[in-house]
């Protein structure tokens, strides 16, 4: 019996959903993604399927045109896509930017926009955040927004901002209160809902970045970009506390791609094989139980911050040692492309240091947890 299937037995509530997950991603097998992975080529054909299926709107509640599924549902979505061997990293911020958008956008955003993404007619694919100076410390970001009457002026730099050639929306963390004029070092930042099609070419330069997996990222640059009063989301200043529901969600349904990942390496490494491979198998058990944990707690809107952070750390690190045990069993073929083992390998790999490092992560427990002195 598969991991998969085993998985399925104690969760029937979500059966019906990941044999769908299962069912679509059959038509997108390995050479669809070794292709891809030879052109540098965004999976428009899968990203479509998906939403057609409605997948991606997963999270976006029925009143909006969406399925209204849980965040637990989401993460088993997330988890299949992974596990069948596909990449779900093409178009998962479309699910984690829901953290910020339900709990804090307005009326008038959700019946403006949610409908058409949920139909896919517009993609929420872009997170702008991370800054080439500030990593992962995100209230040392620069980017600026001034307001100049209905109209707020960006100027500033983003970097690791993935898949933004292929979005339509962006969520934008910047600043408006200069920070040393802010009573907290969490004050003074405002999210907005950027409109990248109008933006582009008005004061939007997006530029790729080649790394050693297809992951499509970008660094993009703000030049007097005008952006509308009405973009913003929820109160102007208060935008770090708003932008923790999407780091928050971003960690759930990235460590339950890792769940995915690991399953799909043991599957992989037991086939070949030809006897069940235990190595790295209690890792990844005890990491999808965390998942769980963080899934609950954020759909029922509680504090899951820990949680998050640790289902990631430990979900990344299972899969990258489910990815480093194939491999060894695999021998040389490991490292051939017909296998998928590589690329597989490739893509797992970045979850260890993204979207928040191992060393940034232990920080973090040690601080909000046991309760030690800032260690950053």
């Keep these: ?11 029937d509530d ?21 292709r891809l992975d030879r052109e540098r080529a ?10 057609k299926a409605g997948f991606l709107a997963a999270l976006i509640p029925e009143e909006y045109g969406g399925s209204g599924l849980t965040m637990t549902a989401a993460a088993a979505i997330m988890e299949e896509i992974q596990a069948s061997g596909c990449n779900g ?8 930017t829901m953290g910020t958008l339900l709990r804090h956008g307005s009326i008038e955003h959700k019946k403006r926009y949610l409908p058409a993404i949920a139909r896919g007619e517009l993609r929420l694919q872009a997170f702008g955040v991370t800054e080439p100076t500030s990593g992962t410390d995100t209230l040392n970001l620069r980017t600026t927004a001034v307001r100049d009457g209905d109209h707020y002026v960006v100027n500033g730099q983003k970097i690791w901002t993935s898949r933004a050639e292929h979005s339509d929306l962006m969520l934008l963390l910047a600043r408006t209160t200069p920070r040393e004029q802010t009573a907290s070092r969490t004050a003074g930042l405002t999210v907005f809902l950027v409109d990248m099609r109008a933006a582009r070419g008005h004061g939007l330069t997006i530029r790729p970045i080649r790394t050693m997996m297809n992951h499509a990222t970008t660094e993009v640059f703000f030049e007097n970009l005008r952006v509308p009063a009405e973009a913003v989301i929820g109160r102007e200043g208060e935008g770090f506390r708003y932008i923790l529901s999407g780091m928050n969600a971003e960690r759930i349904l990235i460590a339950a791609e890792c769940i995915g990942d690991a399953k799909w390496f043991i599957d992989k490494a037991t086939a070949y094989a030809g006897e069940r491979v235990v190595f790295g198998y209690i890792g990844m058990r005890v990491a999808e139980l965390m998942v769980r944990e963080a899934a609950a707690l954020y759909q029922a809107g509680r504090d899951c911050g820990a949680e998050a952070n640790m289902a990631k750390h430990l979900a990344a690190e ?3 040692a489910a990815a480093d045990m194939c491999v060894q069993t695999h021998g040389g073929f490991g490292f051939a492309e017909e296998f998928d083992i590589e690329r597989k390998f490739r893509e797992t790999r970045l979850y260890t240091v993204a979207p928040i490092s191992t060393n940034l992560v232990l920080s973090y427990i040690a601080e909000h947890v046991l309760g030690l002195p800032r260690s950053y």
Excluded: N
């Design 42 to 51: 965004y999976p428009e054909e899968f990203v479509t399927a998906l939403t």
């Design 14 to 34: 979500l059966a019906p959903i990941r044999e769908s997950v299962r069912a679509l991603c059959a038509d997108f097998p390995g050479e669809y993604w070794r």
């Design 318 to 320: 299972a899969s990258w």
């Design 89 to 96: 990293a093409a178009c998962h911020a479309q699910m984690y």
């Design 1 to 11: 019996m598969t991991a998969s299937a085993t998985r399925d037995s104690a969760h």
